[in-house]
């Protein structure tokens, strides 16, 4: 069997955690099994080196960062590799670019174009245990390029794709994927399966256990995902192909982000090509743009609201000032005192009505909604930010607790 | 003009050392010149890693220790070409792999075997400064491989010799070579000029200027060295070609090496082939022996003495054991309890009796002399550790201040 595993930083933090992680490698390895290990940087190392950037710069080439951010996983590798060889299995460190992950060139954000998998495969022949950087590639130049939020997840996923292994599985600090944030809400449960479609909708509203972009790689080329903690030896969530859909749960989980903002755009002349305009000029310097609501025309305008990450914010709202003129909106304001809440389930396909459910939940509450949107197996409202839990917890009593 | 410009690790130490850096050479780049950087990882970095490892394991594979070791020149060019950039020149930075040097695999010890130089040429065309990290390359097989004891010096040489620079300018935190070290010395006189060859002798004895592999090669390569301090902007030392030997003086410096320990072989059998089975198994596991010394034979015995350095000491000792039986010597003694002085100076070709004059100074001090070696410009002697500072002072009265 061919095993792809994923360390999170949490889990390789300091030295005696890469010692139990590289303890869990070994007993896999010593089963027989072929086994690629994905790991991001150590715990603080990321933050210690963007600080260390901070007292050189405040603008930083793109280039330059990931030079420096991707020494953080280079670090993680050889160690583990250190560590795994101590307890007697034949291991090897690469690189992202050793391993052959080849990625376009948008620095700090870059996309995977492809994977060579020949030394990988070659080592994994050879009986050694393959220690991978997370995060990381390189772009046609031969130049580092880093893979952006969730990029370790993407790394992993993606080479578990390329060498069609039998599984990945996902190491996180929580035991798995639940019907809530456990945090918020005591009541939450662990799910022991969930469909891609639905964990892609949970990954996308913020459940933050796994990255929309690694739950869609895995979809694409049906790579079972194998969510757990790395701090026992418990099952964790299963995610993959919903074998029965009609018998799935209304709704499988309540999910919220606070890692959102919201721009408003007042006044844009209503004709063809203007949202074009818009979301093209964004997407090129790789803003994710979230929701798009469009309100109804008066006299020849629209105003045009959309969601972003907090992270973007500031670049999103340079490049709408920046087409401004062109555009012709007459105004934008922008806040980040929002969040969003979402219900997912694949059986809501099957149920009309549960938006209307999730809307009288909320009003119950005295919620305001400031945008919504839905898909066919899920609903997220925007909200404002200190409603957040009020709104987790209704949601959760109402149709996790309630229906199920 | 192409210059290529050396930092070391305490140059580029801390954020206000890498900005201070940059300034300097930002203003040779602004000055028209191409500028080509090779710096070495920050202060502490080094050291920081190792102590990481030896958390994690005491017997680390030297591949891994590489992959390790290596992320501490690529934070420092990430770093400093940031700093760079700020100030308004373009610049890139390349790691070892990227600016194309390729090394054997010997880990931890690689030697060059070549360096392609076409992404530094094409950089510099585009007018970039182009930052390289010391002390690394890549193996064929594409692993990283670091460069031992004086590999950033050694990495800033050979781009020069490949780049057919105008000339190599090493930085350190001493302001040129100096007839003996200061510290001991205080009446030490700093030398404007130096040959190679007496650079190459002062550099392997241990004043730690410059490392005798980045000598070497400049000399090979007809490289002007220039060693300057990075704190101000007097000029240095310039090391090259002595342009007329017949003036040079006597002795142009005296050196001193703690770097040292001595291992004595007794009763070897006096057979054809026995030093070349010792030192043969002790260079192919890259050990560096320097003084060998074959005592007169009797009844058919000899006793051989050797030095290498400290760091090697155990493994030397090691490959000693394991070649005993072939041998047939009957045991063997090591001694690190000792140092080494020198007088170096091309002009001891033409003024024999020199080496007399060396003993008869340490004579006169009452410092027994343990091993002798002699070249045509430099006579060394091992003497007791406790000895050193005795004899360096004694050696510099007698032929720099006394002699020039």
Not at 12 to 37: F, L, S, T
Not at 65 to 86: C, K, V
Not at 89 to 113: E, F
Request: glycine share 8%.
């Amino acid at each position: 069997m061919l095993v792809v595993k994923k360390f999170g930083g949490s889990s390789v933090g300091d030295p005696e955690r890469i010692k139990r992680v590289a303890r869990r490698v070994v007993e896999e390895h010593q089963k027989g099994n072929q086994v690629v290990v994905a790991v991001s940087a150590m715990g603080d190392t990321t933050d210690d080196l963007i600080s260390l950037m901070k007292q050189v710069t405040n603008n930083p080439p793109e280039r330059e960062m990931d030079m420096l951010l991707s020494t953080g996983e280079q670090i993680s590798i050889a160690l583990l590799a250190m560590a795994i060889r101590d307890l007697g299995s034949d291991v090897v460190s690469l690189t992202g670019g050793q391993v052959g992950i080849y990625t376009d060139d948008v620095h700090t954000k870059a996309k995977i174009l492809r994977i060579e998998t020949g030394r990988v495969r070659e080592e994994l022949n050879q009986g050694r245990v393959v220690v991978v950087a997370g995060f990381q590639g390189v772009n046609p130049d031969g130049d580092i390029t880093t893979l952006g939020r969730g990029g370790s997840d993407t790394t992993a996923v993606a080479l578990a794709a390329a060498l069609r292994a039998d599984v990945c599985e996902i190491f996180t600090d929580v035991d798995g994927v639940y019907t809530t944030d456990p945090r918020v809400v005591p009541e939450a449960r662990k799910l022991s399966h969930i469909s891609y479609d639905e964990m892609l909708e949970l990954a996308s509203l913020g459940a933050q256990v796994l990255h929309p972009r690694s739950v869609e790689l895995a979809k694409q080329y049906g790579i079972p995902l194998h969510v757990r903690t790395s701090f026992n030896h418990m099952e964790g969530t299963i995610v993959e192909e919903a074998p029965d859909m009609e018998n799935a749960p209304v709704v499988s989980g309540v999910a919220h982000d606070y890692n959102v903002a919201k721009i408003g755009l007042f006044d844009v002349p209503d004709k063809p090509g203007v949202a074009k305009t818009i979301f093209k000029a964004l997407s090129k310097q790789s803003i994710n743009v979230d929701m798009i609501i469009q309100s109804a025309m008066r006299n020849n305008m629209n105003d045009i609201g959309f969601t972003t990450t907090i992270d973007d914010l500031r670049k999103a709202l340079q490049i709408i000032e920046a087409i401004q003129d062109e555009v012709g909106f007459k105004g934008y304001t922008h806040d980040e005192d929002v969040a969003k809440v979402s219900i997912v389930g694949a059986g809501m396909i099957s149920h009309p009505g549960v938006a209307a459910d999730m809307f009288e939940a909320l009003a119950d509450e005295g919620i305001n909604l400031e945008m919504i949107t839905t898909s066919e197996i899920k609903v997220s409202c925007v909200i404002k930010r200190a409603d957040t839990e009020k709104a987790v917890k209704a949601l959760h009593k109402k149709f996790v607790t309630e229906w199920q």
